[in-house]
């Protein structure tokens, strides 16, 4: 089955990761490797585009499907519009329900850049597989609405862990 372990991404419209888990039935678990409110740096700062020291919240959770680690997540929200978070758990769902459920936000559209990087040594050990070795890297913003990026995200995972789809009309 490990070959089959798969979500498919739909370039064309948004959806979260464990939704395309749960619609086909995977089994998945998602330990939280740590979580803080920090202050922005200058790549946070950009991104988000709020000031550098702005207090952003950030967590960053390992993707366990059928059990396998699948795919290292870090998210990073500005820490007003999520205040208390860090007082909930996050571990084995869906931020994105959280979110929702919590404080009312739905995510309306994302951005990513999608490149195949190699591996770090914390990445090897937590993905299990050879350090340097080929990884798929996704960074992105989440927007709740069509102007300020809401969530700056960054994903590595085993390739074969996601496939791509895209359709264009003309």
Do not use: C, W
């Not at 089994?27 to 803080?36: C, G, K, M, R, T």
């Not at 919240?57 to 680690?69: A, Q, T």
């Amino acid at each position: 089955m490990n070959d089959e372990v798969y979500v498919t991404r739909q370039l064309d419209q948004f959806e979260s990761i464990t939704q395309a888990l749960e619609a086909r039935g995977f089994h998945y678990a998602y330990p939280i490797l740590n979580q803080s409110v920090m202050e922005a740096n200058k790549l946070i700062s950009e991104q988000l585009q709020i000031p550098i020291a702005t207090r952003v919240f950030s967590y960053r959770k390992l993707r366990i499907v059928e059990d396998k680690p699948r795919s290292i997540e870090q998210v990073y929200i500005e820490y007003e519009k999520v205040r208390g978070i860090e007082n909930l758990s996050l571990e084995n769902q869906s931020l994105y329900r959280v979110l929702r459920r919590q404080f009312g936000y739905d995510i309306r559209r994302n951005e990513e850049e999608i490149r195949i990087v190699h591996a770090s040594e914390e990445e090897a050990r937590l993905l299990h597989v050879e350090e340097d070795a080929e990884i798929l890297m996704s960074t992105g913003l989440t927007y709740l609405d069509s102007v300020k990026p809401f969530e700056y995200f960054q994903i590595v995972a085993i390739p074969s862990f996601f496939k791509f789809r895209s359709v264009t009309t003309v």
